[in-house]
């Protein structure tokens, strides 16, 4: 038995490598251009931060704009600077009918005063601007060799999607000698299928879900913490979501494949709708973030995507007619024996 396995085994061994080495070299070239690769991968972090901060900022300002005007009825925002300004008036009024020696001192007095008063008013402006600033997220890195690895991982990852047309290919030549010369034509919708639908999950990842996601996670206890974001953290969970949402796009290739090898019908995939439906949502609730939006954005193109399988492979492999009133024939015998066994 393993002499039949050795010739499958050293071609999988073949492939494997192949597939290693395109990963190997797609790393090395994106490791060139880190630094750009990290600038995307970073955007919607910094999109969110930003947005949060303006809205902070607009709460803050509309808080500190009600104090304004509340104190304005007392004319001064400040107690410091009203005790000041009012000094600064009565030692005026007292240096115009004292005599010319104390008047000139009483001048000096209230010029101090005043200046008093200018000091008072900027410290609390520069007290605001620091309440507006300390709002800032920021992301950090807690590692001396943080920026390093991080340019490792972003490289990695991007060098994974650049090689992923080739591993398919790989993958196809694997299993090819085990089809039929008609199936055997199907390697471009494949390889191309494979590759692109794995992109399209990439992208409503990037562009879709991760700006709700991230913009709901920060915001919510930002009022009372301020976001320093770990930036070794946030790129390994960012290549999971982009990788979870690669491979769930996935779907409707596989259903393909699996149908083109005659393991699956449109029948199976209808009888089996109900149980995909809970998979998915655990799925999803395992690969996105933990909050409700984000984890509909991924079930909800996951059971559409399920609904094109089906049309897939009934193109490919549609259910016979003969399994189809079987089928029915069965689920009518259910139908009949249960009311009799209640009876009884």
Do not use: C
């Not at 709460?59 to 000094?87: F, I, R």
């Not at 998915?280 to 933990?290: D, G, K, M, R, W």
């Not at 609904?307 to 015998?333: F, Y």
């Amino acid at each position: 038995m393993f002499d039949e396995l050795r010739p499958h085994l050293a071609e999988l061994r073949k492939r494997l490598g192949l597939s290693v080495l395109s990963v190997f070299i797609a790393f090395i070239i994106a490791f060139t251009s880190h630094n750009s690769i990290l600038e995307w991968i970073t955007q919607p972090l910094n999109n969110a931060l930003t947005q949060v901060g303006r809205i902070i900022e607009s709460q803050d300002k509309a808080t500190w704009k009600m104090k304004t005007a509340e104190q304005t009825k007392t004319t001064q925002p400040s107690s410091a600077q009203s005790a000041a300004t009012k000094l600064q008036k009565h030692l005026q009024e007292a240096s115009e009918v004292a005599d010319s020696k104390l008047g000139i001192l009483l001048k000096e007095a209230a010029q101090a005063a005043g200046e008093l008063s200018k000091t008072l008013k900027g410290l609390d402006l520069n007290s605001t601007q620091r309440i507006h600033k300390s709002f800032e997220g920021k992301i950090t890195t807690h590692q001396v060799g943080g920026a390093f690895f991080v340019a490792l991982k972003v490289s990695f990852f991007a060098g994974l999607l650049g090689a992923l047309p080739f591993i398919l290919y790989q993958l196809w030549l694997f299993v090819a000698p085990g089809l039929y010369s008609n199936e055997k034509k199907m390697i471009l919708p494949f390889v191309v299928g494979g590759s692109v639908m794995f992109f399209v999950g990439v992208l409503f990842a990037y562009y879709i879900v991760t700006p709700f996601g991230f913009q709901f996670l920060i915001t919510f206890g930002s009022f009372l913490y301020t976001p320093f974001i770990n930036i070794e953290d946030y790129v390994g969970f960012f290549t999971k979501i982009m990788m979870g949402f690669g491979l769930a796009f996935e779907l409707p290739v596989f259903a393909y494949f699996l149908a083109l090898l005659g393991l699956v019908t449109d029948r199976t995939l209808i009888d089996f709708f109900k149980y995909a439906v809970v998979i998915i949502f655990l799925i999803a609730a395992l690969l996105t973030p933990p909050d409700i939006l984000t984890q509909l954005l991924m079930a909800a193109p996951l059971v559409i995507l399920y609904g094109i399988s089906i049309l897939i492979v009934r193109m490919v492999n549609p259910a016979e007619e003969e399994d189809i009133n079987e089928e029915e024939n069965r689920t009518k015998t259910n139908e009949n024996i249960l009311p009799d066994t209640i009876e009884k």
